[in-house]
């Protein structure tokens, strides 16, 4: 059998979502952390939380995936992900930085999960079809690469939204998709 299953298709999906989440976060994340932050100097504190939580996660989510599933921890990171969403559209509109702190501290949560789209990729897999799904997989960064940039140019202003809010309600939608697509 030389044909991949299904779900790594969707694992390709899924980590396109996931790039595309984190392209959004690089692209908006100082702005927004210079226009709420009390001075200048904090500007990029928010992203530095977002790679702090992937950071002090990564290694246990592993592990929570050896007891529990991936499946569980997936799921665990869209609801970290839509709720980055939704307090990032929070955080724009009360003009709250720390509020904008937790917002990228969630979405690193969600980053530090779909860190292992790829692996679960070649889970139940023979050999030989290992490095094709594992490149599948990986491919959903070009995708990322062509849609990112359009989404945070088209969604950076939206009428009767603070600017930039809309890109976090972005991530609200990416993690509605996401959900069914990881239920595998």
């Not at 992937?54 to 665990?76: A, E, N, Y």
């Amino acid at each position: 059998m030389n044909q991949l299953p299904k779900y790594v298709y969707y694992l390709l999906i899924a980590q396109a979502f996931n790039l595309i989440a984190a392209v959004l976060s690089v692209t908006v994340s100082a702005i927004v952390g210079l226009k709420l932050a009390p001075t200048q100097a904090l500007a990029t504190v928010p992203y530095g939380l977002q790679f702090l939580a992937m950071l002090l996660t990564t290694f246990i989510f592993s592990f929570l995936m050896k007891r529990w599933g991936r499946h569980v921890v997936f799921q665990f990171g869209v609801l970290c992900l839509f709720a980055a969403g939704f307090l990032g559209y929070q955080a724009l509109l009360k003009q709250d930085f720390w509020l904008l702190c937790l917002t990228h501290f969630s979405l690193g949560l969600f980053l530090s999960t779909a860190s292992f789209y790829r692996f679960a990729a070649s889970d139940r897999l023979s050999s030989e079809l290992i490095p094709k799904a594992t490149a599948l997989v990986i491919s959903g960064g070009v995708v990322a690469a062509v849609i990112a940039p359009v989404l945070a140019i088209q969604f950076q202003k939206v009428k009767g939204l603070p600017d930039f809010t809309a890109i976090y309600l972005i991530f609200c939608g990416v993690a509605l998709l996401l959900s069914p697509i990881l239920y595998i």
